[in-house]
């Protein structure tokens, strides 16, 4: 019997099966659309503890849409491999007509996705992309001269002139109803799912994960208590917006309905989401500015050490790098601080502080990450001048004045064994700017 021609549907950073732009765009193809997703081995085989949670997620995303697919008589199609070879094994199996799927901004990702579309090409099947993770992608906000912007607040204007300024009311939000097209889904029976232990990772069933969505009376506070450790004050979104279990766009909505601050931070994403697509050389490893890559970092391994367990002696310092050892999490100003700390009082480059985050967040994304510590490190878009050095004491004081977040974190605080700090942060503050004048004024 000949097979019976499909469509396929890629999940990457989209593990979700509502309000998907591709998945969209598939299901209203002349196709019955079968959703992949593939375990990437080249992305796996680099993580060092296998009992990692973002896998761990990844995996009960999988199983959700897997149940959901389930009620519709379909199923997700699952592999684990590298991703070409995959295709290639797909492609033999499969009478394949068409494939979709929606942008991904990583080197790697786009490496990857230009392989699999040549491969596609040479077998005359149309690769169609999307965008779905952001509002706004690549060169959709450009400066007046048609340049891509490398400052926020000009960027973020613009961006919210555009989302105002479409014809349609809320067009750039508007969700994608996949749900109406479901009946389009292949008819199939459930498909296997590799296990984790086969791909050599552990299981955690004990694993909490925040919530997927976020109550309106706690964004309308947002921007009063969103940088005190202590509060709960943020969306704890950060993991389901990085790999698509929700929408951007329905958050987006809810966003403009309760908080501007939010709002603010959602474009955040979506600015150095385009900061690494039109300056991928921040994904690879240099500074967006030059310069920065002069200077000469003292990159003491213990003092690295001490910072990565938690052990510098600066409490604020030590209870951020101990909430993402012991959860995978840390708040927004604590990455802030900690971040400062590393590249301007240990002088240790922001590279290596940026590999430990992407070992340990869950939430690890590759723009966010880099432009977070690039803005640390001062060598970023938008970055603070070099010279405006944070005082771990005073934002202590300021950020958790009752020491409520830093005594969650060491209970040990006022006992001889908690040790004391690692540099005086005068001294090291002024070997800092000292490192950074020299490297900039030659
Ligand atoms: C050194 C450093 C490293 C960081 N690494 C990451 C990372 O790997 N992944 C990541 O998602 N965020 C990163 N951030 C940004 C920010 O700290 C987290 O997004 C936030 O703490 C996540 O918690 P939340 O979901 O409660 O955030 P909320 O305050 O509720 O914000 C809502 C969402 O907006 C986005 N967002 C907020 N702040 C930023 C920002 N500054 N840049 C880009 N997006 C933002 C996130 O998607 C977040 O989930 C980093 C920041 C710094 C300073």
Known sequence: ????????????????????????????????????????????????????????????A?????????????????????????????????????????????????????????FLKKKDIPFHTFKDQVIFEKE??????GTPYTVFTPYSKSWLEKLHGSKEKNFYVKPYPTEKYFDKLHKTKKLPIPSLEEMGFERMPDEEFPSKKVRDEKLAKYAELRDYPAAPGTSRLSI????????????????????????????????????????????????????????KWRNNEEEFEKWCQGQTGYPIVDAGMRQLNETGYMHNRLRMITASFLVKDLLIDWRWGEAYFDKKLQDYDMAANNGGWQWAA????????????????????KFDPQLKFIKEWIPELNELDYPDPIVDHKEAREHCLKAYKEALDS
């Open 1 to 60: 019997m000949p097979k019976k021609k499909i469509a396929i549907f890629w999940h990457r950073r989209d593990m979700r099966l509502h309000d998907n732009a591709g998945l969209y765009y598939a299901l209203k193809s002349e196709y019955p659309v079968l959703p992949l997703f593939i375990f990437d081995k080249t992305i796996l085989d680099e993580l060092e503890d296998k009992r990692d949670r973002r896998v761990e997620f990844i995996m009960r």
């Open 62 to 118: 999988v199983e959700d849409m897997q149940e959901k697919l389930a009620k519709e008589d379909s199923s997700l199609l699952v592999r684990y491999g590298v991703p070409l070879k995959a295709w290639k094994e797909i492609v033999n199996e499969y009478d394949v007509a068409e494939v979709y799927t929606n942008h991904d901004y990583e080197p790697y990702a786009k490496k990857r996705d230009g392989e699999v579309a040549d």
């Open 140 to 145: 959709e906000i450009l400066t007046g001269k």
């Open 240 to 295: 389901h917006l990085r790999f698509g279990t929700i929408s951007i766009r329905e958050l987006a909505r809810q966003a403009m309905g309760t908080s501007k601050t939010f709002l603010g931070e959602l474009i955040w994403r979506d600015f150095y989401q385009q900061i690494l697509w039109n300056f991928p050389h921040v994904g690879e490893g240099k500074a967006f500015r030059p310069e920065y890559d002069r200077i």
């Open 378 to 397: 001062g060598s970023g878009t938008d970055a603070a001048p070099y010279f405006r050095i944070f005082n771990p004491t005073t934002q202590a004081k």
